[in-house]
């Protein structure tokens, strides 16, 4: 629904060409999963907005447009009354900059978690720009209508987020005792959290296996010892993951790259490792 706002200025009246969703078109919809919960709404005649929570990331705010693109550089994001609450101060969170052109606008971290915090509440979010589809301001209003029982599934969500993220878990190690290719118990933890993590991420592309010794040893044993260990950990991610064995990629070094120095027992503890990368 397309109509126009009047604001009363000192000066002369000054007209926002609005898009609102009607109160018997406005829905929020979520979409859960264990690494990541949405929430979002079509915004009639102009486009949609998203609240995106990824897990180990900030929420994010998102306001797309397929036809009204911005025509300044700069937005304004307010949170504002409701037409039955006269007593509430509208309040500006923060101004965006904006390309020519553009048709998203991404709001992240704190702003992002009031403008939620205040539909729960029962005010409104308006984002108002200058755009190439219209002579005067275009605001866009994000209604409360239809929101509180979306908002009770998107904390569900949130509450039941898996405890690692991808950053997490991006660059990963496991440690061996020495001329030994066997996960001891601290190992076997560490790769069952990894396990555990790539059970519920699909994005996962590809697992890059490296696997090192230290010093310690002849040269033709720790060539094998290292290639053991890096298979070590690829058959774990296949029996416990349950990995399709064509995204593991495994590289053996040796004592060629070492993270410490050899020369002392803690040194030679850390370079006795094999290093994983997860790839999206």
Not at 68 to 87: G, V, Y
Not at 100 to 122: D, H, M, P, S, T
Not at 219 to 246: H, M, P
Request: one cysteine or more.
């Amino acid at each position: 629904m397309k109509f126009l706002l009047f604001l009363l200025f000192a000066s002369p009246v000054v007209a926002d060409t609005v898009y609102q969703s009607a109160v018997h078109e406005a829905t929020w919809q979520t979409e859960a999963s264990p690494l990541s919960c949405t929430i979002s709404h079509d915004i009639t005649d102009f486009g949609k907005t998203v609240f995106h929570h990824e897990n180990g990331e900030p929420l994010q705010l998102s306001i797309s447009t397929a036809d009204h693109r911005a025509s300044q550089n700069t937005a304004e994001l307010m949170i504002i009354n409701t037409p039955w609450q006269f007593d509430q101060v509208s309040q500006k969170l923060m101004t965006l900059p904006v390309t020519y052109g553009q048709r998203e606008f991404i709001v992240e971290g704190n702003a992002a978690r009031k403008a939620l915090a205040a539909l729960q509440q029962g005010q409104f979010v308006q984002l108002k720009y200058a755009s190439q589809s219209s002579i005067q301001p275009v605001s866009v209003i994000l209604t409360n209508v239809q929101f509180l029982p979306a908002m009770r599934e998107f904390q569900e969500c949130s509450d039941k987020m898996h405890p690692d993220s991808f950053n997490d878990l991006q660059q990963f190690s496991v440690y061996f005792e020495s001329e030994k290719a066997i996960l001891d118990n601290s190992a076997s933890q560490r790769m069952k959290r990894l396990a555990e993590y790539l059970k519920v991420d699909e994005s996962i592309s590809r697992i890059i296996i490296e696997s090192h010794t230290d010093s310690f040893g002849r040269r033709e044993l720790n060539t094998e010892l290292s290639d053991k260990r890096a298979q070590v950990v690829k058959s774990f991610l296949i029996e416990q993951a349950e990995i399709d064995e064509g995204i593991i990629e495994t590289h053996s070094y040796r004592d060629n790259k070492p993270i410490a120095s050899n020369k002392t027992p803690e040194g030679r503890a850390q370079n006795r490792r094999t290093e994983l990368r997860l790839i999206r």
